[in-house]
């Protein structure tokens, strides 16, 4: 079976005006192909989805991200079928947003993780099952501390990254939690690290090997705003960063943050068979195709990411995808 990850979907601010425009569609209607053809597609949702224009009454942002409504049938439409909520945007409307997200997406079916009306709600996993193949989703953010769930108050599941012991221990008594229910896929969600930088640093690696080690079989990174490369650690996929997948945001000459990727990884019950990237060129508030130049400079910078991490990039002649070198089996 085959499970699609996007990296970060903002509706709000520039995309909301759009959406309010040209229709629902408009921001990934594009690439919706590629999306629904999965038989699981996860994102990061890097917004609330809300009317309230009450902002987050904590310390000052420079950035309140806030979709309208209708957005949600963006991710509906597009076919996503799973979001990780522990990012620094979540609860940019408040309590009042995040709620207002919560029932959105429970209205369309949409299972969630990473953020809730208490702690333990933002520790649950979200789990599903596709192609008779069990996952299971728990999500972490290490920023926007005030945002922080807890026993009684609303919120996202925090984690202080720099306590790497800390970390570690929250990272397995997740995986318990999945274990528990009989995943067979257990994903680790991490929206982490500063943006705009061209690799994880040797901090995030080990804990991610040490997620893996432990037992989790795919680690779904984000926040970076550009994409990093992928690590095929124990025969199990590492996504440090999947980048953004739509935004309204300026574009970096240096670092071209409008060349994204999205990422399929082709599953059997018990190994990864294969990771395939396809590119994605985002404008106008909208994420498309690539085009065969803009897919060149995006396989330049990933064949570069995937070396440095010791995974090998084969690029197709046309150069509308990617895979990677068949990974190792993962284990049962």
Request: aromatic share 8%; net charge negative; with cysteine.
């Given at each position: 079976m085959r499970v699609i990850f996007g990296g970060d979907v903002m509706l709000g601010r520039g995309v909301g005006a759009v959406i309010r425009r040209e229709g629902t569609t408009w921001p990934l209607g594009e690439i919706a192909g590629w999306m629904r053809s999965a038989d699981l597609c996860i994102v990061n949702l890097e917004c609330a989805i809300t009317a309230s224009k009450r902002e987050w009454e904590g310390e000052p942002k420079v950035f309140y991200f806030g979709a309208p409504p209708e957005s949600v049938h963006a991710l509906v439409d597009a076919g996503v079928d799973l979001v990780s909520l522990s990012n620094n945007h979540t609860l940019d409307f408040g309590v009042t947003g995040l709620n207002d997200t919560l029932r959105y997406l429970d209205r369309h079916g949409i299972r969630h993780c990473g953020a809730g009306p208490n702690l333990a709600s933002a520790l649950a996993p979200a789990n599903v099952e596709a192609a008779g193949i069990r996952f299971g989703m728990t999500a972490f953010c290490d920023h926007q501390s005030d945002f922080a769930a807890q026993a009684k108050r609303p919120g996202i599941a925090w984690l202080d990254?720099?306590?790497?012991?800390?970390?570690?221990?929250?990272?397995?008594?997740?995986?318990?939690?999945?274990?528990?229910?009989?995943?067979?896929?257990?994903?680790l969600s991490l929206h982490w690290g500063p943006n705009m930088v061209w690799a994880p640093s040797q901090q995030f690696r080990r804990l991610a090997h040490a997620a893996i080690d432990m037992g989790w079989k795919i680690l779904f990174g984000h926040s970076a705003h550009i994409f990093h490369g992928i690590e095929i650690y124990s025969g199990c996929p590492i996504l440090y960063a999947a980048g953004d997948l739509v935004d309204d945001y300026w574009v970096d000459p240096v670092f071209l943050n409008d060349h994204q990727l999205l990422f399929e990884l082709s599953l059997t019950r018990s190994s990864l068979q294969q990771v395939r990237?396809?590119?994605?060129?985002?404008?106008?508030?909208?994420?498309?195709?690539?085009?065969?130049a803009q897919a060149r400079t995006i396989w330049r910078r990933m064949e570069r990411a995937c070396a440095e991490l010791g995974s090998k990039l084969q690029v197709s002649k046309d150069q509308s995808e990617a895979m990677l070198a068949r990974p190792q089996d993962a284990g049962g």
């Amino acid at each position: 079976m085959r499970v699609i990850f996007g990296g970060d979907v903002m509706l709000g601010r520039g995309v909301g005006a759009v959406i309010r425009r040209e229709g629902t569609t408009w921001p990934l209607g594009e690439i919706a192909g590629w999306m629904r053809s999965a038989d699981l597609c996860i994102v990061n949702l890097e917004c609330a989805i809300t009317a309230s224009k009450r902002e987050w009454e904590g310390e000052p942002k420079v950035f309140y991200f806030g979709a309208p409504p209708e957005s949600v049938h963006a991710l509906v439409d597009a076919g996503v079928d799973l979001v990780s909520l522990s990012n620094n945007h979540t609860l940019d409307f408040g309590v009042t947003g995040l709620n207002d997200t919560l029932r959105y997406l429970d209205r369309h079916g949409i299972r969630h993780c990473g953020a809730g009306p208490n702690l333990a709600s933002a520790l649950a996993p979200a789990n599903v099952e596709a192609a008779g193949i069990r996952f299971g989703m728990t999500a972490f953010c290490d920023h926007q501390s005030d945002f922080a769930a807890q026993a009684k108050r609303p919120g996202i599941a925090w984690l202080d990254l720099d306590d790497e012991a800390g970390a570690i221990a929250a990272f397995a008594g997740a995986l318990a939690m999945q274990q528990q229910r009989g995943v067979d896929w257990p994903i680790l969600s991490l929206h982490w690290g500063p943006n705009m930088v061209w690799a994880p640093s040797q901090q995030f690696r080990r804990l991610a090997h040490a997620a893996i080690d432990m037992g989790w079989k795919i680690l779904f990174g984000h926040s970076a705003h550009i994409f990093h490369g992928i690590e095929i650690y124990s025969g199990c996929p590492i996504l440090y960063a999947a980048g953004d997948l739509v935004d309204d945001y300026w574009v970096d000459p240096v670092f071209l943050n409008d060349h994204q990727l999205l990422f399929e990884l082709s599953l059997t019950r018990s190994s990864l068979q294969q990771v395939r990237v396809l590119p994605v060129f985002i404008e106008d508030c909208q994420a498309r195709p690539a085009t065969p130049a803009q897919a060149r400079t995006i396989w330049r910078r990933m064949e570069r990411a995937c070396a440095e991490l010791g995974s090998k990039l084969q690029v197709s002649k046309d150069q509308s995808e990617a895979m990677l070198a068949r990974p190792q089996d993962a284990g049962g």
